[in-house]
């Protein structure tokens, strides 16, 4: 089937649908990352970007209300899928993984800002976690966490499951 994109609002009647995007990223949408500071969903996916939907506001009428449209793509440096992503506290940067590696990009920009790579890491990430203020991005894999301090970039910490 098709992947969507659907995005609700609450209205005096329940929910309705405020936005569907049909194939956002033509195959599986495989993360998916609100901003805390403003309404922005970032996704990535197998198509190799990550993509920028901010709602903007309507009409004064509720039928108009507000929709949510694509603001920005970013395309992943090495052409491979976008596995997780997510958005610094401050919405200041937008983190996209392609398997194992982690690009940080300007929420502005869409500026590369660093790239993080623990080469004991092998695995497609799966989460990305901003924590501490956004000083420090946790990495999830299937079977361990990376925990990066972005004052530095180095790994602070690894914890792997299993032997």
């Known amino acids: 089937g098709v992947w969507q994109l ?7 009647d329940g ?20 901003s805390p500071v403003e309404p922005l969903v970032v996704t990535g996916g197998a198509d190799a970007t990550f993509k920028l939907f901010s709602r903007r506001s309507g009409g004064g009428d509720k039928a108009s209300a507000g929709a949510w449209i694509c603001e920005a ?17 401050d919405g200041s940067a937008i983190a996209a993984a392609c398997g194992a590696v ?21 695995e497609p990430a799966r989460g ?12 999830e894999t299937p079977s361990s966490l990376a925990v990066w301090n972005l004052a530095c970039s180095l790994p602070a910490q690894q914890h792997s499951h299993g032997a």
């Open 73 to 89: 793509v970013g395309t992943s440096r090495a052409g491979a899928a976008v596995t997780a992503v997510g958005v610094s506290r």
């Open 102 to 122: 982690v690009g940080l990009w300007s929420r502005a920009s869409l500026d590369l800002l660093a790239v993080l790579a623990n080469p004991a890491v092998r």
């Open 128 to 139: 990305l976690h901003f924590v501490a203020g956004g000083a420090w991005l946790v990495v």
């Open 15 to 34: 929910w309705a649908v405020e936005t569907r995007v049909v194939g956002p990223h033509g195959d599986r949408v495989a993360g998916l990352a609100f």
């Open 6 to 12: 659907t995005l609700w609002a609450r209205t005096d």
